[in-house]
């Protein structure tokens, strides 16, 4: 599975393209610090990926902007179990805090991602580029065929701090972001 430029690929390779209608990235990012039972669990989701895969070479790349997560969707929340549902006011500090405070999108816009996967039954090598960091996670995945579609789904978690990111924090820490993150995703891919 996966798609990258720096291959050279065939005119007899088929060229998947990413469905952003039927791919889901959520990623659930936790509350702590002493007064964590003041603040509120997030659920971030990524509705706009862009990428190709190259079935016959298993590889693939994606991207997506920043400025398009969007955050605490209701029904994303229900499914990861969180509640209650923040009011609009905290979630748009929360999109604020995160896009600006965090990210520095204005800066580092987009997310780039390469995977590779070097044997049939290997976990997928993915590169992540994110915050001008590049890391690599090793990710199980479920792939399945039908009808010419190509999904892959998995789970995985990662630090903000392995990308140089610092977690969001106030009042000296009393009320924070986890540095650890929760990520799962389905990632459709058709002709």
């Not at 469905?19 to 889901?24: G, N, T, V």
């Not at 199980?140 to 789970?155: C, F, H, K, L």
């Not at 009042?171 to 891919?189: N, Y």
């Amino acid at each position: 599975m996966g798609a990258g430029g720096a291959a050279r690929e065939s005119s007899t390779d088929a060229v998947l393209r990413v469905d952003p209608q039927h791919s889901l990235i959520a990623i659930t990012v936790r509350r702590g610090g002493a007064f964590a039972r003041f603040g509120h669990d997030h659920l971030v989701a990524v509705r706009t990926l862009e990428g190709r895969v190259l079935p016959a070479q298993q590889r693939a790349d994606f991207h997506f902007r920043l400025d398009q997560m969007t955050v605490d969707e209701a029904e994303l929340r229900t499914i990861a179990g969180l509640s209650p549902q923040p009011d609009a006011d905290a979630i748009d500090g929360t999109r604020h805090n995160m896009l600006f405070k965090v990210l520095d999108a204005g800066r580092f816009p987009e997310v780039q991602i390469h995977a590779e996967r070097p044997a049939a039954d290997a976990p997928l090598q993915v590169s992540i580029t994110l915050h001008g960091v590049t890391r690599t996670l090793q990710i199980p995945v479920a792939i399945s065929e039908q009808d010419g579609v190509m999904t892959v789904s998995g789970s995985t978690t990662f630090k903000q701090t392995d990308f140089g990111l610092v977690p969001y924090s106030i009042m000296a820490g009393a009320l924070a972001v986890q540095d650890q993150l929760e990520l799962r995703f389905t990632i459709s891919a058709k002709p």
